[in-house]
């Protein structure tokens, strides 16, 4: 199985920026789809954004379109997420997983979770 490494998560005042990494181990054809998933203490787990490693377009969740950034390092199997304007509704723990492309990964993955980066936002 893939293996996920998470990390980039921090304690960041309500404004502020941070830029979370996942790296994967291996990807196979059927994946195309690299996501962003959160989960805030009491609440479901919830997605985020996607992107496609083929093409790099992208899917953004719409409470974070316009302040947060999804991109891809294809050579380095790295994928960022670029936190900006962060507001305290934003604190969760983040999980990065893989699914068949952007528009089905927010109700499909392939992977199992890992143990994801924790983002604070404090206000």
């Known amino acids: 199985q893939a293996q996920r490494v998470e990390s980039g998560g921090g304690l960041v005042q309500t404004g502020g920026s941070l830029t979370l990494s996942c790296t994967y181990s291996q990807r196979t054809a059927s994946t195309d789809a690299l996501a962003w998933f959160r989960q805030a203490p009491g609440k479901e787990r919830e997605f985020v954004a996607a992107?496609?490693?083929?093409?790099?377009?992208?899917n953004y969740a719409g409470s974070v379109k316009g302040r947060f950034t999804i991109s891809r390092d294809n050579a380095k199997n790295t994928m960022y997420l670029q936190m900006n304007s962060l507001r305290p509704e934003d604190t969760a723990v983040y999980y990065c997983?893989?699914?068949?492309?952007?528009?089905?990964?927010?109700?499909?993955?392939?992977?199992?979770w890992g143990q994801g980066t924790q983002v604070t936002v404090s206000s």
């Open positions: 992107i496609s490693w083929s093409s790099g377009m992208t």
């Open positions: 997983n893989i699914g068949p492309n952007i528009a089905t990964v927010p109700r499909r993955v392939f992977g199992a």
